[in-house]
Nanobody, 124 residues
Framework: QVQLAESGGGSVQSGGSLRLSCAAS????????MAWFRQAPGEEREGVAF???????VYADSVKGRFTISKDNAKNTLYLQMNSLKPEDTAMYYC??????????????????WGQGTQVSVSS
């Protein structure tokens, strides 16, 4: 049974930092395309960061230079380090996995598995 469980969300002031974690199980975590998405109320879901099996990464322009996606294959855990947070980063953040291996891992990929989300709120 596939499980993705996010943690680490919370409320911070503008300029602060948070580190999100996603504990994964039930699928070959080390070789799947993994990602973080976010969705604010009334807005479309946005792909924030992607990491492939080779640990190559892709970021949305809105978070480049501030967010870092990484993974620990030994722990089957995906991370999102978020620095210099802004009020516009406020959203529910979701961990997702795509049932594909290889180098191609972007927002164009179909993501099969999703976590329940963790809320991030940034105040000005």
């Amino acid at each position: 049974q596939v499980q993705l469980a996010e943690s680490g969300g919370g409320s911070v002031q503008s300029g602060g930092s948070l580190r999100l974690s996603c504990a994964a199980s039930g699928f070959p975590f080390s070789v799947y395309c993994m990602a973080w998405f976010r969705q604010a109320p009334g807005e479309e879901r946005e792909g924030v960061a992607f990491i492939n099996s080779y640990r190559s990464t892709v970021y949305a322009d809105s978070v480049k230079g501030r967010f870092t996606i990484s993974k620990d294959n030994a722990k089957n855990t995906l991370y999102l380090q978020m620095n210099s947070l802004k009020p516009e980063d406020t959203a529910m953040y979701y961990c997702a996995a795509a049932a594909r291996t290889g180098a191609y891992c972007t927002s164009s990929v179909s993501f099969t598995y999703w976590g329940q989300g963790t809320q991030v709120s940034v105040s000005s």
